[in-house]
């Protein structure tokens, strides 16, 4: 070799080639470093022809979808010089769209409900007033925008914008006893819903649900000083919060429905049924006026109705019901069409969730959806053009596309066009949709269509995001797939160690939610702590057991009445896999799971105690016996029919079986999962001698946020593994 090819290698290597870089916890955690940017809080105005979106919490404005040229400067927050107005929190227009409903000043309670301080803007005045003293709820427009109803103290009122008078419609509200118009803690995280209350479709009624949760027990919990250094009260003797929590097989609350007269100021009571031990997850007006549909559902969430109810005298009659050997899903799907004759609803009574059209006699049009594939989301319908939009699993149950079908159900068109993961949200009248893209390495990308799948813009591509990912030395993710000793086919993602040698063994971790429903291996974009583990020298693992969604009813219902049994087979069977493979030291493999993936990766600790060698548990149920009623008896039905369901499976019931190094931790202030799972598990595992660490977190629920917070839990797993395996 001449000296000329020496210099020119050396000249390469110091500024041809530069070192890809590692990145730190800190970049996940609080830099975001790898966050792809996305289109938020966009809104599309009556006309579909143009959106609104909320700048930097003090201006609203108003572009058009064609072009994405800015049309108006709607509210601008600043030039109202109102102090005492923060900023935005969100808005809402009222039907007309003459009048916004400013949200401000929000304070969490809980996974979905807020308080906050609410104010009307005239937009033809440029008035801006408060709706009310205080601190309210779920305010919202009446159909013809001279009305607000709003909720506060467990009471509905309803604010005049014209004569400014407020009415109390609703008296016997109290704290832990009666709730109108808002449901309780229980419905509203396992029904996923937050206001229980709907104006009629002419605004001369109001239906609601009223909640008598004076028989549920309660639960405590401490709270303490924490990270409010202003609660100087609090040091020394720490706060006691108290709500209505009914845990499986406890009493639930009694739930009535009700319609609020404006005009007569009567109130009619709805016939739900001389049973009180029932649910009724759902309400909403048909297109007439004097016509209110409710969703009524036994305790076992397996007898699904439909009702309607005259407003006038409240009585009900059937118009749809569905039973399951399992259970019944709730969503929000129900649509009644504007002819006035026909509702649609999403079902998995063939096996896999599609779309079904009916009468208004209950009886069935046509099923328009049909395969062995998932409607994963139900988008919509036009009625002008009578298509249906949705989003589905029809390619594989790892990717997510984007379709149209005539309600004929022959005419089906694709309208996204890669693959990957795509979700859309539509304009109103379906001119336009927005589509949400990302795959296994690749950020979001945000692009406008028209309501064929062409491409009219991009709004969103993080190219800067993408050129930051070529500066580092990024693990990547492989799918693959492999079969259980009991012949079960399991999808899998796998992430080798940055500067992967196949003649090396190396420590693992496995990861999994695993859920009933819940999916975690998808192909689409995320970055998190699990590619710092591999940049660490980690192979991470992550599955999705039987009981998971994307799959058909069958494997999602299949561990119906024994839940957390088949997925902790699954999960140690995926173990032994690792195990098997040359490039992973067999007694290095570890386990973590956080929520349903907490009390997961606990009993992979204990059943698969040979198979594990740590384990990392976060806000874990340990015995649904401490979890609420509607999800744990959704899955189980009650602990007094089946006691093995609950006793055979739980975690802690095997504590005694621990063999290797096991963190547990959980937030003190866990409303959904209390920390009581975490301490009764570790009295059971102190009372059979076995060694463990715990880690609680001061205040924080079971998302586990605030500060410094997540780069704290993240390196205290990341010290755990390193340490342990």
Known sequence: MNKLTLLLLAFLCVFGVQAQKSFQLEDITNKGTFYARSVYGLRSMKSGESYTVLKQGQKIEQYAYATGEKEELIFDLKALNKENIKGIDGYQFSADERKILITTNREDIYRHSFSAEFFVYDRDKKSLEKLSEGR????DFSPSGEMVCFFRKNNLFVKDLKSGKETQFTFDGKYNHIING?????????????????????????????????EVKQFNMTVF???????????????NYTFKYPKAGEKNSLVSVHVYDLESKKTTTVDVGEETDQYIPRIKWTQDPKVLSLVRMNRHQNHYELLLANADNG??????EEKNKAWVDVNDDLTFLKDNKHFIVTSEKSGFNHIYLYNMKGELVRQVTKGDWEVSKYLGYDEDKKLFYYQAAAVSPLQREIYSIDIKGKRTQKLSEQEGTNSAKFSKGFKYFINYYSANGVPTVVTLHNAKGKLIRT????????????????????????????????????????????????????????????????????FDWLEYLAQEGFVVVVVDNRGTGGRGEA????????????????????????????FIAADKIGVYGWSFGGQMSSLCMFRGADVFAAGIAVAPVTTYRYYDSIYSERYLRTPQENPEGYDDYAPIN???????????????????VHVQNTLELSEVLVQHNKKFEMFLYTNRNHGIYGGQTRLHLFTKMVDFLKENL
Not at 315 to 320: D, E, H, R, S, V
Not at 657 to 671: A, E, M, P
Request: charged share 30%.
């Open 136 to 139: 309210q709820q779920l305010a």
């Open 225 to 239: 000083k924490g990270m409010n250094p202003e609660k100087k009260a609090n040091a020394l003797y720490p706060e």
């Open 459 to 526: 709004l969103e591509d993080n190219q800067d995001l993408r050129k930051r990912l070529q500066e580092y030395e990024i693990p990547k993710r492989e799918f693959f797939s492999f079969e259980t000793s009991e012949g079960v086919k399991l999808n899998a993602w796998m992430m080798k160690p940055v500067g992967f040698d196949e003649n090396k063994e190396y420590p693992a971790l496995l990861h999994f939610y695993g859920g009933p429903g819940s999916q975690q291996v998808l192909d689409r974009y995320k």
């Open 654 to 672: 095997f504590a005694d079986q621990l063999k290797g190094k096991f963190l547990l931790i959980h937030g003190t202030s866990d409303d959904n």
């Open 555 to 582: 494997f999602k219902k299949c561990t119906y009445m024994q839940i957390q049994n088949l997925e902790a087979i699954d999960l140690i069977e995926t173990g032994k896999y690792m195990a098997k493979q040359p």
């Open 315 to 320: 009585k009900t009659n059937l118009l749809y």
């Open 182 to 214: 808002a449901p309780d803690w229980v419905y509203e995280e396992e029904f996923s819903f937050w206001q229980a209350y709907q104006w009629s479709p002419d605004g001369k009624r109001i239906a609601y649900m009223r909640f008598d949760e004076s």
